[in-house]
């Protein structure tokens, strides 16, 4: 089978900030993978060219075999429509590091959204759909409430039934429980996990290195735009090969 | 003393005796003036009295606030529109839309309304299509002569209308600014199109900053009103008390009437206003009180 992710030589600048620098990698369907390294290394931007909300510069990326914001054809490579490109963010679930929840809909609103928005569902099936959403990541008595009535670690579990509404094959998490509070950040990951079990493809920039170790299948350490090392979570723990890795797990561990 | 911590604190309150004195000063001014203004003989209030609802001035009025209502109906739809058109991803409608907005904020409303009442001694006729390809007196393309007799009243709509539509854009414009820029990612994230997240996630959200100057635009539309004369257009409360007080010699009752009729409405429209920025403010109270 096809990997579900693969970047070939990813560049991709602002101006002159050179961020991406050559990023090559691939992720198995069902594979969790951590992306790991201080800030600055373009984790989170390599994740926003994942679903094409950044334009890369050169290289490729596919998702479930299909390049990512452009047709090939031939030598040419066409950008795609805005509904085009469109579609392809739906089948890509994102989570993000300030939950972006919409503050004037409720928590069952913000999962029914897209539903009824984007995949046309009636609203009484979106409902329907959407409580089964918020029971699972343990929100079903939070329905009515707006985002400002929740705690962060429950905003940010109705942003992942949000993405998982549009029944994505693959989710990207932009560092979830960074804006938490340290006592909120267990429900967070303890739904990342169950999400993960199910045999969910994920990408998550993280700096819970408990939960890479536990959870990932894959790690890969990021720094100055280029992937330093990459390998089994255990491995590169507890025995990290560059010095870069080294330094930086030195700090976070 | 710790016994004493759980009591509730008796204390002498504040005492503000400067604001005292300031308020019985401005309270026994306005007694005062009231009472000079109900025996002031210029006021004449028999005469405000006998025109208030005079069936010349009560149609004027409803003239002012058709005018008000239309040209404001038709500024918010048009200024939505130039506002949405500025930040579009299609560099034509972002042209379109600040010479718009440069031309018709640039000049004076007077001097637009005195245009506008001109514009069928500057164009005779209007025509879309290829000129002079004509077959048997049919042309190729839609032509329609513009009267000379145009309504009066729509022509005033129109001028105040895109004129308004110009300061519209730009309150608009705030309000889609002050929406976070995770809101529009994290739409555009779900597939939502550029259009479905603007409708359904970010004007929403803009309405709430929009609402309060709207209010404000409203208000000073019904005032603005009075200056149609420039079309000329003389049926709407300003012009047509101005031309009652000129066959009375009269003039400061009727502008006393014209003043209370446009307090009315206004005072209307605030009423109006806190009932909509309340139903808007969803999300935010909730917001401002989890604050607290």
């Given at each position: ?67 990512i ?10 950008e795609?429509?805005?509904r ?19 503050p ?104 819970e ?45 | ?19 005292w004195?300031?308020a ?19 006021y ?20 002012t ?26 560099p ?69 209308s895109?004129?308004?539509a ?51 635009e ?75």
């Amino acid at each position: 089978m096809t990997p579900m992710v693969i970047a070939e030589e990813v560049h991709k600048s602002y101006g002159s900030n050179h961020v991406l620098r050559g990023i090559s990698l691939e992720v198995a369907r069902g594979e969790v993978m951590c992306l790991v390294g201080p800030s600055g290394s373009g984790k989170s931007t390599f994740l926003r060219c994942i679903n094409h909300l950044e334009k890369i510069n050169s290289g490729r990326i596919s998702v479930d075999g299909t390049l990512i914001g452009y047709r090939e054809h031939g030598e040419k490579l066409y950008e795609l429509k805005p509904r085009e490109a469109a579609a392809q963010r739906s089948g890509i679930g994102m989570v993000f590091q300030k939950f972006n929840l919409f503050p004037h809909l409720t928590a069952l609103q913000n999962v029914t959204a897209g539903m009824i928005r984007v995949q046309g569902i009636n609203q009484s099936d979106a409902e329907v759909e959407g409580k089964k959403l918020l029971a699972r990541v343990g929100l079903a008595e939070k329905l009515e409430h707006y985002p400002a009535h929740l705690s962060g670690g429950q905003q940010q579990r109705v942003a992942i039934a949000r993405s998982l509404a549009m029944k994505p094959k693959l989710m990207l998490f932009d560092e979830p429980t960074s804006a938490l509070d340290p006592e909120l950040v267990g429900e967070v990951l303890d739904v990342m996990k169950e999400l993960a079990s199910t045999g969910m493809t994920m990408i998550v920039v993280t700096h819970e290195m408990g939960f890479a170790r536990e959870v990932a299948d894959s790690m890969v350490f990021m720094d100055g735009g280029v992937v330093v090392e990459a390998g089994k979570p255990t491995e590169i723990l507890s025995n990290p090969q560059h010095d870069r890795t080294k330094s930086f797990l030195s700090k976070v561990l | 003393m710790p016994s004493t911590k759980h009591e509730p604190i008796k204390a002498v309150p504040l005492r503000h005796p400067v604001r005292w004195a300031v308020a019985l000063f401005l309270a026994l001014s306005t007694v005062a003036f009231i009472v000079d203004a109900a025996h002031r003989s210029a006021y004449d209030w028999s005469a405000f009295g006998k025109y208030l609802f005079d069936p010349r001035v009560t149609k004027a009025a409803g003239v002012t606030l058709a005018l008000t209502g239309l040209s404001m109906l038709i500024a918010i739809v048009l200024g939505v529109a130039l506002a949405i058109m500025r930040r579009s991803p299609n560099p034509i409608f972002r042209t379109v839309s600040w010479v718009f907005i440069w031309g018709f904020r640039g000049t004076p409303v007077y001097v637009q309304l005195v245009f506008w009442g001109l514009l069928s001694t500057i164009y005779h006729s209007f025509f879309i299509g290829i000129p002079d390809i004509h077959f048997h007196n049919f042309y190729l393309g839609f032509h329609q002569a513009i009267s000379q007799n145009a309504s009066l009243f729509w022509i005033a709509v129109l001028g105040l209308s895109l004129n308004e539509a110009a300061y519209m854009a730009e309150i608009v414009r705030a309000g889609l600014l002050s929406v976070d820029n995770g809101q529009e990612e994290a739409a555009t994230s779900l597939g939502m199109s550029w259009w479905a997240t603007m409708r359904y996630i970010v004007i929403p959200q803009a309405m709430r900053i929009i609402i309060p100057p709207t209010g404000n635009e409203i208000v000073s539309m019904l005032k603005t009103t009075s200056l149609v004369t420039a079309v000329p257009l003389v049926t709407d409360l300003y012009a047509r008390t101005r031309d009652i007080s000129a066959e009375t010699y009269n003039p400061v009752p009727l502008l006393l009437v014209a003043s209370a009729w446009y307090l009315f409405f206004t005072t209307l429209l605030m009423v109006v206003q806190y009932f909509v920025e309340k139903r808007f403010a969803r999300g935010h109270t909730a917001l401002l009180e989890a604050n607290v």
